[in-house]
């Protein structure tokens, strides 16, 4: 391969072509190319994008981060368990607040009070039952509290929440 710093034209233009699959449609494209569209770069990249134009990226609005903000749930069966967020293992309570704080981030709430009585309604019990009931300035205070919830603790909550169900079928199926 060739030299990652590449800034003459002819050699930008080389190394281009190196990229492409063997006998791509790509690769057709680029050997057919008249030379006036490798002369310089500008024009080899007029000509390229003129062939593939650049795809607009259809961003989210501000109510479809929202959305998905109040439709983004912790599941009750994961709550206690472990997961990996960037390659790292982490509680799922706290992979679920980074995620709820970057879709605030995208809303455009996170410096604000908005939406979170909502989506702390649909927290699972057991998370809820361990969060201080305060008022959360922002988004950032409330992801934070979820955070600093002790793992082992919500794990403990959460077998002894099984241990009651179970129980509770078992006296419903005696009665029957």
Known sequence: MRQQAITVSSDKLDAFGDYLGMNSQAERWFKALSSAD???????????????????????????????????????????????????ECWTHVAWAVKALQLATDAGISQSTSMIWQVRSNLPDVVKDLLKDEEYNTWADFTKAVTELKGSRLEEKQAQNLKQLQELKALRADLA
């Open 38 to 88: 490798k002369i310089t770069w500008a024009a080899f990249v007029a000509a390229f994008e003129k062939r593939w134009p650049p795809i607009v990226i259809a961003e989210k609005t501000k109510a479809e981060y929202e959305k998905e903000l109040l439709d983004y749930m912790l599941p009750e069966r994961e709550v206690g368990k472990k997961t990996t967020l960037y390659d790292r």
